[in-house]
């Protein structure tokens, strides 16, 4: 199984308005990929204060999965999201493979 995790750090004045739309709008705009079978989202617990910061991972099948997500889905997924909150949060992406 592969892992997709996105951290995102966003800016308190708009975290409510963000977490809202990831759950209503974003993350399912993902899983409707078709790529993933299942994702998470999880608030970190030990970050400063004038920030929320949250981990969202997708899981997927195989590497492929997640390369074609890669190139055909996330360009357009990542685009909205930063026309929304534009200079409002910061996002660190990684990939994990389960062993």
Request: glycine fraction near 2%; charged fraction near 30%.
């Amino acid at each position: 199984m592969i892992i997709y995790s996105v951290t995102i750090s966003i800016e308190n004045d708009i975290a409510q308005d963000w977490l809202k739309w990831m759950k209503e709008v974003h993350i399912p705009d993902v899983m409707r990929t078709g790529k993933f079978v299942k994702q998470n989202i999880f608030k970190l617990i030990s970050v400063a204060e004038e920030q929320n910061t949250y981990n969202i991972q997708y899981t997927c099948e195989t590497i492929e999965d997640y390369n074609d997500y890669e190139k055909n889905f996330a360009p357009k997924l990542q685009e909205e999201h930063k026309a929304r909150f534009k200079d409002k949060f910061v996002a660190i992406r990684t990939l994990l493979e389960s062993i």
